[in-house]
């Protein structure tokens, strides 16, 4: 296999080869017409890695694209070989070598330039003189890239373009003419050389005064170059340049005006030049669309403009006459973006068609877009000033009215730069630094102050009204919960009052019965009770507790005595009473109140201590205190502190912790301790770390204390508080220890610090932690419900799913039937198999092909004789939720929804019993969310009492056992099997694709092959040599004048005129336009 040897240089040209067309290789020709396969050299070819080396080399020199060197470089040794010979020989050719570099035709084009000034050239001298420039044409396009460099070097292109401009009459009107033009463009061909024209000064200004001329061939490959150049990143602006250029050198009235002239022309020998009227549209097309043109429909409006204002429409349709397919292909295209950039401007306006012939209809457009805004008073100040500038029916003075149109142009063109995609027609003039120099710096500051008073303002609206909406939004769900709620509970009461009378009837028939197997006995049963008082949900919970067969005790046997006891009640649920109405209810997940113990008076009775006491506050020590009774017996029955106290220094101590705050410098001087007595004192007793971050909580609340005060008071009604907050607030609630320091220093709670204040006030509302526990468990409970609720309804239709499923009832006996098939003795004849097998099924793999396992195998059973169970996913879509879900967490948080809601039941009892200062609104509030939620959590119950029920009863459908496998687990198992069963499928199909696509391949590779050899036998039947290389320049250059660079608009063009009809064009519009990269 042959290595192919590094790229030393990275160019774009072609150079010395074509461009291959094919996937075959090119059949490589000398361009002395001799084909390579006829020449015998006798030279043995070298080694191939010396070959490869030499091969190299050679083919860096010609400048070749990547797609072309891949080609070079797949031919055989042989070929290489020949190659390689022939462009050595060519190079050591004797007669060859005067010719071979650059200098001899820089000579000889400089001392042509010389000789014309002298003396006319006749017509044997102009024919001698052309074949120079023709070979030099070739030989640009031919030679190695070391002769382009060469040239490039000793400034060939000034040589070419000094000969341009000291043309003679007789000499641009010869074919020499054309061949210098073809010479600089065979130089842009390459990449260096043509970066190297694209940066000359002069170069494409020069090249344009060659439209001068009358020969069309010569005007032609002008108009190319400029063209291309237009499709060239920064040529664009050149060519723009150019043709102001030629304005002034042709003496032009306008730019563009020779173009248009020649365009029209049709007298004479123009009569029938297609080629050069189409190269002319192709010129106008790429002026048009290209560089700022690609995006920017300001500019196309303003350069259209200038071609309409010298007539090119009527032209256009003159032009149709001809009837030439690729003149009609520009022609088309320049209608078309022209009628979809007039739709565009038009839509700025809500138009469908702008005249821009009429005056006052455009007049109209601007006065309604103006009037009402604060521009309508400089649109009348210029129409005033118009007024008064100088005006003569003769002409003359028009100089003024330019000069105002180029304003205008320069204030829609210039960028935020300043800089005109056009070659601006002012100089110094910057419209952005005219603008700033016409805006007052006091008119903006005062413009800007006032915005910015508009925009606080506008926030602080747009944050009361995202507070309003949120509250509306909370209180339409909560009534929409309420609302749902009582119906179900209406439903609900219905159902359990028809149980009701039927019970009461059945209950009547038993005492009735009963009465008579007493057989005149003394047995008699009391009536149903009456309905339980307090209301519907009294009724409906003592009704599923008579109801129940768990709770009816038995019937006792008939008795000989005269009554008998009525039967004890049921005991209490599990979980002890509620805490008594006094004690705070505790709200977390299921942790149980802490026992309270209460200690007797009996022990060793202690001397009251003497404690001294310090002349001001200070901070408080956290510990815990040991009680008077646990004293006796320890250590601490032994240590008397008051002894202590003699030893130590409390003044010290005093100022090392008082509450309050000092700063670390010592007031010593009398400017600190006037400035001590300026300062007034913080008092804090709280923990400093504690209060720090009761401090930063309070900041982001961005609420008084009395706001918050008033925001717990009313539940929170306004939506003041969010959840997050709220679980914040919780961690601040104060502690016993806070309170009792806190209340002795009540009588300064002006100097009470910022956190001690907040937990002082809020210590002062009554049951402050419960009321702060039941509001968060009241906004929290929704988002519990939501989640708990989807959890268990994956676990009871999952559990549905599996024991209907007829396509899964079917795969296992697939796989039953293929087990005991494979397996012998004590693993045979079984009549079922774990579910956990599923998964192993994957694991026995072909002994034909390793990448084909059993459970392949089964899929490719099930698409032949059981296509239905290949959808067995769509009987199971709840499985892979089901599978997420942890039953023990589950029933974990379900108990703490119940805990919760208990909690809260016991606070709204206290509540009820106290006497509620003004604007407490707990009662009604938690009153309506007991009731909704207590019906919404007994759903939950029930769904979740249905969801074990089911569980258990998949479990014992395929034969697992209960409560050793959790649902995570035991649908785990299927979901795993379900996404094997997928990515088996997939393999399959992958499989298939692939078999399918190598098929595909080898038959198109065969068909290649045949094509082929039918090609190369096609060559080799024919004896000629290569056409004159072309590069990427001349593919820009060939793509122009055939139109192909814009045929993607034209055929949308095409589709939008059968889509549309006579409508107008669509705007949007995709343009392709093909760029040369240097």
């Given amino acids: ?41 006798t030279v043995p070819i070298p080694p191939t890695e010396e070959l490869n080396a030499r091969f190299s080399e050679l083919v860096d020199e010609l400048d070749l694209t990547d797609k072309n060197r891949e080609a070079m470089f797949a031919l055989p040794p042989e070929k290489k070989w020949q190659i390689y010979c022939s462009k050595k020989k060519e190079q050591e050719d004797p007669n060859k070598l005067a010719t071979s570099w650059p200098d001899y035709y820089i000579d000889r084009i400089n001392s042509m330039a010389a000789m014309q000034t002298l003396y006319a050239f006749d017509e044997e001298e102009t024919e001698m003189k052309n074949k120079i420039v023709e070979d030099l044409k070739t030989a640009l396009r031919t030679q190695p890239m070391r002769f382009v460099m060469r040239f490039i070097e000793l400034d060939g292109l000034s040589c070419l373009l000094n000969f341009l401009k000291s043309m003679d009459y007789e000499t641009s009107e010869s074919r020499i003419h054309t061949s210098v033009i073809g010479c600089i463009k065979a130089l842009m061909n390459n990449s260096q050389g043509r970066a190297h ?74 009569r029938d030049e297609v080629n050069l009227k189409t190269a002319i549209m192709s010129f106008i097309n790429a002026v048009l669309n290209a560089g700022a043109g690609e995006d920017n429909l300001e500019f196309r409006l303003h350069l259209r403009y200038e071609f309409l204002m010298l007539g090119i429409q009527p032209v256009i349709d003159k032009l149709r006459e001809h009837e030439n397919a690729t003149l009609d292909r520009h022609l088309d295209f320049f209608e078309m973006v022209r009628n979809e950039d007039d739709l565009e401007l038009a839509k700025r306006f809500d138009l469908i068609h702008i005249d821009t012939k009429s005056a006052s209809q455009m007049f109209e457009l601007i006065k309604k877009r103006l009037k009402h805004t604060d521009a309508y008073p400089y649109l009348l100040s210029i129409l005033q000033h118009c007024l008064q500038m100088p005006y003569k029916r003769n002409g003359g003075n028009f100089q003024q009215w330019q000069l105002l149109d180029r304003i205008l ?258 007031m010593g001087s009398t400017e600190d301790l006037y400035l001590s007595t300026r300062k007034v004192k913080e008092l804090s007793v709280i923990d400093g770390r504690r209060a720090q971050n009761c401090v930063i909580l309070l900041s982001k609340l961005k609420l008084s204390n ?94 549905k799913e599996l024991i209907r499923s007829k396509r899964l009832r079917q795969l296992l006996e697939v796989v039953l039937a293929f087990g005991n098939y494979m397996n012998k003795g004590q693993r045979g004849s079984a009549y079922g198999f774990k579910v956990s097998s599923l998964n192993k099924i994957a694991d026995t793999k072909s002994s034909i092909d390793r990448n084909i396992t059993l459970l392949h195998y ?21 499985l892979p939720e089901a599978a997420k879900v942890n039953l023990v967490e589950l029933e974990k948080e379900v108990n703490n929804i119940k805990t919760g809601l208990k909690a809260v039941e016991a606070e709204l009892d206290y509540q009820k019993r106290r006497i509620r200062e003004s604007g407490d609104r707990f009662v009604p509030v938690m009153s309506d969310f007991i009731t909704v939620a207590s019906f919404s959590f007994s759903e939950l119950e029930d769904l979740l009492n249905d969801a074990r029920d089911k569980y258990a009863k998949a479990l014992k459908h395929f034969g697992e056992n209960e409560g050793k496998m959790q649902p995570d687990e035991f649908f785990g198992i299927f979901d ?3 996404q094997s069963f997928a990515e088996a499928k997939q393999d399959l199909e992958n499989m298939r694709k692939k078999k399918e696509e190598e098929e595909r391949r080898a038959r198109m590779e065969a068909m290649l092959k045949e094509q082929r050899e039918k090609e190369r ?36 063009l095409k589709r939008n005129r059968k889509r549309s009809g006579n409508q107008g064009l669509e705007t949007s519009r995709e343009r392709v336009v093909t760029k040369l990269n240097y």
């Fill in 1 to 41: 296999m042959m290595i192919m040897a590094p790229r030393k240089r990275n160019r774009h040209a072609l150079g010395f080869l074509c461009c291959f067309g094919g996937s075959d290789l090119p059949e490589i020709n000398l361009k002395d017409n001799n084909p390579l396969q006829f020449l015998d050299f």
């Fill in 197 to 270: 024209v694209l940066a000359h000064p002069e170069s494409i200004n020069i090249i344009s005064q060659s439209l001068r001329t009358e020969n069309i061939k010569t005007k032609i490959a002008v108009l190319e170059i400029l063209g291309a150049v237009c499709l060239v990143p920064d040529g664009h602006k050149k060519v723009l340049q150019a043709m102001l250029h030629y304005q002034v050198y042709a003496a032009e009235r306008t730019r563009f005006q020779t173009l248009l002239n020649e365009l029209d022309r049709s007298m004479g020998r123009y």
């Fill in 409 to 666: 142009q320069q204030i829609v063109l210039q960028d935020e730069r300043g800089d005109d995609p056009d070659i601006a027609p002012l100089e110094n003039f910057n419209v952005k630094n005219i603008i700033k120099m016409l805006v007052n710096e006091n008119e903006v500051k005062q413009w800007r102050d006032q915005a910015e008073k508009f925009r606080k303002d506008h926030a602080e609206l747009m944050s009361k009204l995202e507070k309003k909406e949120r509250e509306c939004e909370t209180k339409t769900q909560e009534k929409d919960e309420m609302m749902k709620t009582l119906n179900k509970m209406k439903d609900k009461l219905q159902k359990e009052s028809l149980e009701l009378r039927q019970a009461r009837d059945q209950m009547n028939d038993l005492v009735a019965q009963l009465n008579e197997y007493s057989q005149g006995g003394s047995i008699s049963f009391p009536a149903p009770p009456p309905p339980p008082p307090g209301g519907p949900l009294a009724l409906s919970s003592a009704l599923s507790s008579a109801l129940t067969s768990e709770n009816l005790p038995p019937l006792p046997p008939p008795l000989p005595f005269s009554s008998c006891p009525p039967p004890p009640a049921p005991p209490p649920p599990p979980g002890g009473p509620p805490p008594p109405p006094g004690a705070p209810p505790f709200f977390s997940l299921g942790v149980p109140p802490p026992s309270t113990t209460t200690f007797s008076s009996a022990g060793t009775s202690l001397k009251k201590k003497s404690i001294p006491q310090p002349s001001h506050p200070l901070k408080s020590f956290n510990w815990a205190k040991l009680s008077e009774e646990r004293i006796h017996g320890t250590i601490w029955n032994e240590i008397d502190d008051l002894k202590a106290f003699k030893v130590l220094d409390l003044e010290d101590f005093e100022k090392m912790f008082s509450a309050y705050q000092r700063h670390q410098k010592e």
């Fill in 706 to 799: 009395e706001e918050i005060r008033q925001a717990i008071l009313k539940m929170d009604e306004q939506e003041d508080l969010a959840k997050d907050m709220l679980e914040q607030l919780l961690k601040f609630v104060p502690e016993k220890s806070d309170t009792d320091l806190l209340e002795e220093h009540k009588h300064e709670i002006e100097r009470m610090a910022r956190a001690d204040r907040f937990l002082f006030e809020m210590s002062r509302i009554d049951h402050y932690q419960q009321r702060l526990q039941a509001l968060f468990f009241k906004k929290k409970f929704p988002e519990r419900l939501a989640e708990a609720k989807p959890k268990v309804e994956a676990i009871l239709l999952a559990s």
């Fill in 858 to 878: 089964l899929i490719m059973i099930f698409e032949k004789n059981y296509p239905d169970i290949l959808d067995i996913q769509t009987e199971l879509q709840h």
């Fill in 976 to 978: 795993t099997f379900l």
């Fill in 1017 to 1052: 036998r096609q060559k080799k039947a024919k004896a000629g040599s290569i056409s004159e290389e072309t590069g990427e320049f001349d593919d820009l250059v060939s793509a122009l004048r055939s139109g192909e660079v814009f045929d993607k608009d034209l055929s949308k």
